[in-house]
């Protein structure tokens, strides 16, 4: 079962993840969630998680000694770890990243504030055997936090765990997933229901027609209209 640890000094942030489709997964058993304060991890009187950076500059920045100690405390013994740590400096998240995560056994996602975290928390352990560590943005802007971040893979990468999505087709021919020439990934085609007229706009007649054929290459020839748009904007 595919275990997330999240550290956070903003554990309530997190509390969406109990809803949905995520809820359910936990409580069938198909998945755990696991919040953490990294305030817990403090000895002094104010709880300090960050400092001053070396250098000189505006802002604060996360110590390794609170994250260091934070994810020694959730790792298990024996098997590999991936460690998550959310940053706008980081590889750009993709449905591929998901399909990777999902097969992992420990994700721990290490959220930051204020101007990060201190960088010898990756190098550290990086250089250590049971982890891989990963750098992730998910997009080019800047977030407050890394929690909304990292509800975002959570959600993208859980769906694609056996049993949480009612029908697995719906995984088959979703937008990123759809392989179009030289392997491109297509967008969805777009999607219909009723009724058939809708403020004067009808639903394209070839999905009324019943022929399966003539649906599936009207879909593909759109998802792959889509895609061409997407790449002209
Ligand atoms: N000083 C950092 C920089 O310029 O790269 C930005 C720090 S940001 C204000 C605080 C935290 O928000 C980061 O440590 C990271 O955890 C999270 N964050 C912000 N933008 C993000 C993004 N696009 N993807 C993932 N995490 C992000």
Redesign the pocket.
């Known amino acids: 079962m595919l275990r997330f640890d999240l550290i956070s000094i903003f554990p309530e942030y997190l509390s969406p993840l109990k809803l949905s489709l995520l809820g359910k997964a936990q409580n069938k058993g198909l998945l755990q969630i696991n919040i953490h304060d990294l305030r817990d991890q403090t000895t002094d009187l104010h709880q300090s998680v960050d400092d001053t950076p070396y250098g000189g500059g505006a802002?604060m920045v996360?110590s390794p000694v609170v994250w260091g100690d934070a994810i020694d405390e959730i790792t298990s013994n024996g098997q590999v770890i991936d460690l998550i740590?959310?940053?706008?400096?980081?590889k750009k998240?993709n449905q591929q990243m998901a399909v990777k995560f999902s097969k992992c056994d420990q994700i721990i996602f290490?959220?930051?504030?204020?101007?990060?975290?201190d960088a010898r928390v990756g190098d550290y352990y990086r250089s250590q055997k049971n982890f891989r560590v990963h750098e992730?943005?998910?997009?080019?802007?800047?977030?407050?936090?890394?929690e909304v971040?990292a509800m975002v893979i959570i959600e993208a990468t859980a769906r694609l765990l056996p049993g949480v999505i009612g029908n697995p087709d719906s995984l088959r021919e979703e937008s990123h997933s759809i392989s179009g020439q030289d392997d491109q990934q297509l967008v969805e085609y777009p999607n219909y229901t009723k009724p058939a007229q809708w403020r004067g706009l009808e639903v394209p007649q070839v999905l009324l027609s019943g022929n399966h054929g003539e649906i599936a290459k009207w879909r593909r020839s759109e998802a792959e209209r889509r895609t061409r748009n997407l790449e002209q904007e």
């Open positions: 802002g996360m740590i959310l940053t706008p400096a980081g998240f290490a959220c930051g504030r204020y101007e990060g975290i992730v943005s998910i997009g080019d802007y800047v977030l407050g936090g890394g971040a």
